[in-house]
C-alpha cells in the first residue's frame, strides 16, 4: 500500500508541474505534441486535437513536449498514428507557435508555469490539511530544563534555566530565536560548532558548542532538554486558510536555504534525499497519519518549486536564465545551449547517483 501511495503522490506532484507548462503553453497558442506522465513505454494514450496525452511505464518523471522550432507535426515526436491506429492530420506548424518562435517573454512565462502550479499546489494541500486538523502548533520558548552530563553544552557552560534567544554559525549567520522550533529547523541546516546566545536571569551571554552525532536521533546533538511542551491552538475556518499559506510561505523560505545550505556545503548528503530516500519518508509519514502523508506531499511539492528554479539549464530555472541572456544578448547560440545542456544533466545525473547510493546506504545502517 506504501508503494501504491508513493507512486500515486510522485505522479500527482510531477504531473501538476506539467499540466502548469501545458496550460500555459496553450495559453499563448505554444503547438504541444505531448503531454505524458512518467518516462519509457507508453501504457496508456490519448490523441486529442493536437497534443497527445500518455501514461508511462517509469512514473519518476514526465514532460510536456513543445513543438520548439519550425517543423511539420510529421517531424515532432508525436508516433501518435502507430500508437493509436487512427489517422491524424500533419499540418505544418508556424513558427509563431513553436516554443522559440515565441516572444521572449511568453517562454519564460511558459517555464515559470511548471513551479507555480507545484506552489498552488502546496498551498492547496497545507490549507486543507489545516481546514481538517482545526488547530496549529505553539511551540514553547527554548528554556533548557535539563543540561546531559558530559555532553558539549555542560562542558560548554550551559546551565539549566538558560534561554536561548539567538544562534550565530560558523558561517557568521546569525539568527533570533523565539521557540524550540527555530532552534531545531535552523540547526538542521548548518554543522560544526556554533555560538548560542543565552538569556540567564538579566545577563545575555554568548557560549561556543560543538554539537557530536547522535545515532537515535539522526542528528547533531548539544546534549539539552527544553523546557515546556507544544500546544495546540484551535482554528476558524479563515485562520486555517491563512494559516496554510503562512506555512506555504514559510516552507519555501526554508527551502530555500536548504539549498543554499547544500551548495554551501552546510548540509551534506546525509540531510539530502533521492527517491529511495523519499519512499522511505512516505513509509514513516504514513506511520503516523494520513495528514502526515499528505504534509508530505506539500513539502515536496515545494521542493519541487524551488529546485526547479535552480539556474542550472537542465532545471526550468536554468532555461529561464539562457532566455533572458538571450535578450541581453539579441541572439541564441544553439551550439552552447546544447553543450550546456549535456553538462548539466551528466551533473545532475552524477548528483542523483551519489544520493541515491547514500539513501541505500541509510537504509543498510
Request: aromatic share 10%; with cysteine; proline share 3%.
Amino acid at each position: 500500500m506504501t508503494f501504491v501511495l508513493f507512486i500515486l503522490m510522485i505522479g500527482v506532484l510531477i504531473a501538476f508541474h506539467e499540466l502548469g507548462h501545458m496550460l500555459a503553453a496553450k495559453v499563448f497558442n505554444i503547438y504541444v505534441s505531448e503531454f505524458a506522465v512518467g518516462f519509457g513505454p507508453k501504457l496508456l494514450a490519448y490523441q486529442g486535437k493536437e497534443t497527445l496525452y500518455t501514461l508511462r511505464a517509469i512514473p519518476f518523471g514526465g514532460f510536456t513536449a513543445m513543438v520548439e522550432e519550425a517543423q511539420s507535426v510529421a517531424d515532432c515526436e508525436i508516433e501518435s498514428a502507430n500508437d493509436l491506429n487512427v489517422e491524424v492530420e500533419k499540418p505544418d506548424i508556424e513558427i509563431e507557435r513553436t516554443f522559440y518562435g515565441a516572444p521572449a517573454v511568453k517562454r519564460i512565462i511558459v517555464l515559470l508555469a511548471g513551479p507555480i502550479f507545484n506552489f498552488l499546489l502546496a498551498m492547496i494541500i497545507f490549507i486543507s490539511i489545516f481546514n481538517a486538523v482545526g488547530v496549529k502548533n505553539i511551540y514553547p520558548k527554548p528554556v533548557i530544563e535539563k543540561v546531559v552530563k558530559n555532553s558539549p553544552a555542560e562542558e560548554a557552560g550551559v546551565m539549566v534555566d538558560d534561554e536561548i534567544i539567538a544562534l550565530t554559525y560558523s558561517d557568521g549567520t546569525k539568527v533570533e530565536v523565539e521557540t524550540t522550533y527555530d532552534v531545531a529547523v535552523n540547526n538542521s541546516l548548518h554543522k560544526g560548532a556554533y555560538t548560542i546566545t543565552v538569556l540567564r536571569g538579566t545577563e545575555v551571554l554568548d557560549i561556543t558548542v560543538n554539537p557530536v552525532y547522535d545515532e537515535k536521533s539522526k542528528s547533531f546533538i548539544i546534549g539539552v532538554v527544553f523546557a515546556g511542551e507544544t500546544t495546540f491552538q484551535k482554528l476558524t475556518t479563515s485562520e486555517a486558510i491563512l494559516e496554510g499559506i503562512k506555512h506555504t510561505f514559510e516552507s519555501v523560505s526554508l527551502t530555500v536555504k536548504s539549498v543554499i545550505a547544500m551548495f554551501t556545503g552546510n548540509i551534506g548528503l546525509e540531510n539530502v534525499s533521492g527517491i529511495v530516500g523519499m519512499y522511505s519518508i512516505t513509509e514513516e509519514a504514513l506511520s503516523y497519519s494520513l495528514m502526515s502523508y499528505f504534509s508530505l506531499a506539500g513539502s515536496i511539492s515545494i521542493s519541487l518549486c524551488v529546485m526547479n528554479l535552480i539556474p542550472i539549464p537542465i532545471f526550468d530555472g536554468g532555461r529561464i536564465l539562457m532566455t533572458v541572456l538571450e535578450v541581453i544578448t539579441g541572439r541564441r547560440d544553439e551550439k552552447l545551449e546544447s553543450i550546456v545542456l549535456t553538462i548539466s544533466m551528466i551533473l545532475v545525473l552524477g548528483l542523483f547517483i551519489l544520493i541515491t547510493i547514500s539513501d541505500i546506504g541509510k537504509l543498510f545502517n
